[in-house]
């Protein structure tokens, strides 16, 4: 079935980075657009970052402007969050999610995956 | 920076119909999706490109986007309607947008 995993967070000091993962399995990965999305707790759905099926279009949230990068790798059916320079703010359950286009929605979620920023 | 404003609350009683709007410039003229999430769980996507139901989600779920404003609209509400819901729009400047969410209760 459609499934995407994420993998990689925890918990990382103030100014450190860290990198997530997203597998996509049960579908064709190199033909579909992926967004970050972010929950900081008990707050809500913040969008974080967008990459297209080609990789010829990146966005970023201003909050992460500067700080993130996205990338993928459509032969291993994977994509990823590079987020360097991490502050407290940033502290949150990431979301990787599915959208075939810039106006679409976005259909599957992973379960997510907690980054938590402190000393 | 383009901007979606919900409500951050709604109550209804059950078998009702619970209305939840999501306010922006010229919302109408985007397309606006909604998304349920219950505590501890992933979002699910609820109506999609205004008024569209994915396979799987009840009937009782609709939506409407008009002006400024888009509807969720759930008629003969649940208990197990009880989770936040989150509207959400792109928008050619600042790409994807969410609004706050709205906590809604059945009591």
């Known amino acids: 079935q459609v499934q995407l995993v994420e993998s990689g967070g925890g918990v990382v000091q103030p100014g450190r980075s860290l990198r997530l993962s997203c597998a996509a399995s049960?579908?064709?990965?190199?033909?579909?657009?992926m967004h970050w999305v972010r929950q900081a707790p008990g707050k809500g759905l913040e969008w974080v970052a967008f990459?297209?099926?080609?990789?010829?279009?990146?966005y970023y949230g201003d909050s992460v402007k500067g700080r993130f990068t996205i990338s993928r790798d459509n032969s291993k059916n994977m994509f990823h969050l590079q987020m360097n320079s991490l502050r407290a703010e940033d502290t949150a359950v990431y979301y990787c999610a599915r959208v075939a286009g810039f106006a679409e929605p976005l259909t599957v979620w992973g379960q997510g995956t907690l980054v938590t920023v402190s000393s | 920076s383009y901007e979606l404003t919900q409500p951050p609350s709604v109550s209804v009683s059950p078998g009702q119909t619970a209305s939840i709007t999501c306010s922006g410039n010229?919302?109408?003229?985007?397309?606006a999706h909604w998304y349920q999430q219950k505590p501890g769980q992933s979002p699910v996507l609820v109506i999609y490109?205004?008024?569209k139901r994915p396979s799987g989600i009840p009937e009782r779920f609709s939506g409407s986007n008009s002006g400024n404003t888009a509807t969720l609209t759930i008629s003969g509400t649940q208990g197990m309607d009880e989770a936040d819901y989150y509207c959400?729009?792109?928008?050619?400047?600042?790409?994807?947008?969410f609004g706050g969410g709205t906590k809604l209760t059945v009591l």
């Open positions: 990459i297209w099926y080609d990789e010829s279009n990146k």
């Open positions: 490109q205004d008024t």
């Open positions: 010229d919302l109408g003229g985007k397309f």
């Open positions: 049960g579908f064709t990965f190199s033909t579909y657009g």
């Open positions: 959400q729009a792109w928008d050619s400047n600042t790409v994807w947008v």
